[in-house]
């Protein structure tokens, strides 16, 4: 990993979406979520890594009670490609019996790693699963779950800026870029 390699990432990539987009699609998902859950004390768990500059923007606009945590569920380590094999590094804390939890994460590629933060939520004994995505791509194949809020749907590409990084680069652009060819 060094500077060249993410500086030629960024030059075969091109911006999908503006910072302005993305502040006033978070801004339109924070009413969404408050509008859903104004009125319970949900539990609101990050997923760590890509989660975070979502998390950030996100968290100050839910001017509602609430309590935070994260957790950890990794699938890509710094590749662009997906593996099968998923790691828990931070499981959900025992906090989640009885509880509403929202799940806020980057992106819902396939939905198999969100599918197994519900499915362990759940199993665990949550009253009431709800997840909320910066991105959803879209694909031409069936998901096991989608998002209950979403940012944007962005193509089936590989996209990142806003917390979603390109092989460990560019979690901290404003915007939202895709790979071209090249990359």
């Known amino acids: 990993m060094n500077r060249e390699e993410a500086l030629h990432i960024f030059r075969h990539s091109e911006q999908i979406v503006s910072a302005d987009e993305v502040n006033a699609s978070i801004e339109q998902m924070a009413q969404a979520i408050r509008a859903e859950m104004n009125d319970t004390f949900p539990l609101v768990l990050s997923v760590m890594g890509g989660a975070a500059v979502f998390?950030?923007?996100?968290?100050?606009?839910?001017?509602?009670?609430?309590?935070?945590?994260?957790?950890?569920?990794?699938?890509?380590?710094?590749?662009?490609?997906?593996?099968?094999?998923?790691q828990w590094r931070v499981a959900p804390a025992e906090s989640v019996k009885g509880r509403i939890v929202l799940v806020l994460d980057d992106i819902l590629d396939e939905g198999e790693?969100?599918?197994?933060i519900r499915d362990r939520i759940l199993a665990m004994g949550a009253k009431r699963f709800l997840s909320a995505v910066l991105?959803?791509?879209?694909?031409?194949?069936?998901?096991?779950?989608?998002?209950?809020?979403?940012?944007f749907k962005v193509p089936d590409r590989y996209v990142f800026g806003c917390g979603m990084d390109a092989r460990g680069y560019w979690r901290n652009?404003?915007?939202i870029r895709a790979l071209t060819d090249g990359a």
């Open 55 to 86: 998390t950030g923007m996100l968290l100050p606009r839910l001017d509602f009670p609430l309590e935070f945590d994260y957790i950890h569920l990794t699938r890509y380590r710094n590749t662009t490609q997906g593996s099968a094999d998923m």
């Open 113 to 116: 790693t969100m599918a197994a």
């Open 135 to 151: 991105c959803e791509k879209t694909l031409s194949k069936g998901k096991p779950l989608y998002p209950d809020f979403c940012g």
């Open 173 to 175: 652009l404003p915007t």
